[in-house]
């Protein structure tokens, strides 16, 4: 693995959640290390992440992208970076320098699906966050061709930072 800046995460927990922010970094920070996502990070990159609930990611999929359900996490670009991406309107932070975008995930979904697929929360949390930088990095899995790309990436990820998925959870 090659030397990377360290991704700076503003973390803000609005709920609690049992995992250390040093621990998300580091997973962040060693996706770098996946050739097409380098290709596509900034000197020194930038990202807010909002560990929140159910009710917070509703409202916040309701309001951006007029659907009505919870979800687990949702990627919002800066705009400045990775281009469009997914997951509606642009960063809260500085969309100059190397801020990404945000992201809002669901604590509740973590420790649901983590229970689900058998694995730990940290796992299901880190999978959630590569999940949400891919899209603030432009990628989508609006297609099949999409999906196995993001799937790619993200088990590549995940990999480099010594992070396993229960079988078959993607």
């Known amino acids: 693995m090659g030397s990377f800046s360290?991704?700076?995460?503003?973390?803000v927990k609005a709920v609690p959640?049992?995992?250390?922010?040093?621990?998300?970094?580091?997973?962040?920070?060693?996706?770098?290390?996946v050739p097409e996502i380098a290709a596509r990070m900034p000197a020194e990159p930038g990202l807010a992440i909002r560990?929140?609930?159910?009710?917070?990611?509703?409202?916040?999929?309701r309001e951006f992208l007029a659907e009505d359900h919870t979800t687990d996490v949702l990627a919002f670009p800066?705009?400045?970076v990775g281009g469009a991406g997914a997951g509606g309107a642009?960063?809260?932070?500085?969309?100059?320098g190397g801020h990404l975008?945000?992201?809002?995930?669901?604590?509740?979904?973590?420790?649901?699906?983590?229970a689900e697929h058998g694995h730990a929360e940290f796992a299901e949390l880190a999978l959630l966050s590569v999940h949400g930088l891919l899209h603030v990095l432009g990628w989508d899995h609006a297609t099949?061709?999409?999906?196995?790309?993001?799937t790619?990436?993200?088990?590549?990820?995940?990999?480099?930072?010594?992070?396993e998925l229960a079988p078959g959870r993607i």
């Open 17 to 33: 959640a049992a995992f250390r922010p040093a621990d998300l970094r580091a997973v962040l920070t060693a996706a770098q290390g």
């Open 51 to 61: 560990v929140t609930g159910d009710r917070e990611l509703r409202r916040l999929n």
């Open 90 to 96: 642009g960063g809260a932070g500085d969309a100059g």
């Open 101 to 114: 975008g945000d992201l809002a995930i669901s604590w509740p979904a973590v420790r649901r699906q983590a």
């Open 152 to 163: 790619r990436l993200t088990l590549d990820a995940l990999g480099r930072a010594g992070i």
């Open 78 to 80: 800066s705009g400045g």
């Open 6 to 11: 360290e991704v700076r995460v503003e973390l």
């Open 144 to 150: 099949e061709v999409e999906r196995v790309e993001m």
